[in-house]
């Protein structure tokens, strides 16, 4: 059983930047595809960016040149660097990963049977 555990969120003013992380309970990234979504109070969970095991990313539009997601060597974290943040209601961001078909970016809450918790990004104006 894959366990996801996130971290790095917080307060931060419109313009700031943020670094979320994602540990996994192993070594899955070097096999397993990734991805983080957001989800505001009342909205559906939405996706932010995802990354293949060949290191082929996906973003959504609304982030593309600001947020960045990537994964370490050793393979047990995956992080979305976020730059250049806008006001936005707090959201909680979330990490998910799976194991099958590894070649696409995970895009929809449905192609993921694992996820984190969770942590919180407020940024304020």
């Known amino acids: 059983q894959v366990q996801l555990v996130e971290s790095g969120g917080g307060l931060v003013q419109a313009g700031g930047s943020l670094r979320l992380s994602c540990a996994a309970s192993?070594?899955?990234?070097?096999?397993?595809?990734a991805a983080w979504f957001r989800q505001a109070p009342g909205k559906e969970r939405e996706f932010v960016a995802a990354?293949?095991?060949?290191?082929?990313?996906n973003y959504t539009d609304s982030v593309k040149g600001r947020f960045a997601i990537s994964t370490d060597n050793a393979k047990n974290t995956v992080v979305l660097q976020m730059y250049s943040l806008n006001p936005q209601v707090p959201a909680a961001y979330y990490c998910?990963?799976?194991?099958?078909?590894?070649?696409?970016?995970?895009?929809?809450?449905?192609?993921?049977?694992?996820w984190g918790g969770g942590t919180q990004v407020t940024v304020s104006l």
């Open positions: 192993g070594r899955i990234f070097s096999t397993h595809r």
């Open positions: 998910a990963a799976s194991g099958h078909a590894t070649w696409l970016p995970i895009t929809r809450t449905s192609d993921s049977p694992y």
């Open positions: 990354i293949t095991p060949s290191g082929s990313t």
